[in-house]
């Protein structure tokens, strides 16, 4: 590509080792609000939700 005379940088992947590379973050937020919403939907069959 580059000796067409197209650009193609070449991306180095960073992060993997904190679970910070692409969509890796987005996935740990997203499980952590299923959890916290799993709990709260158990809070509320059990009772403890009351309004």
Do not use: F, W
């Not at 590379?21 to 609000?33: D, F, H, I, V």
């Amino acid at each position: 590509i580059n000796n067409a005379g197209y650009a193609s940088p070449i991306r180095t992947p960073r992060g993997r080792d904190i679970l910070a590379a692409c969509g890796q973050l987005k996935s740990e937020s997203e499980r952590m609000r299923k959890v916290d919403r799993l709990a709260l939907e158990a809070m509320m069959i059990a009772g403890h939700g009351e309004a």
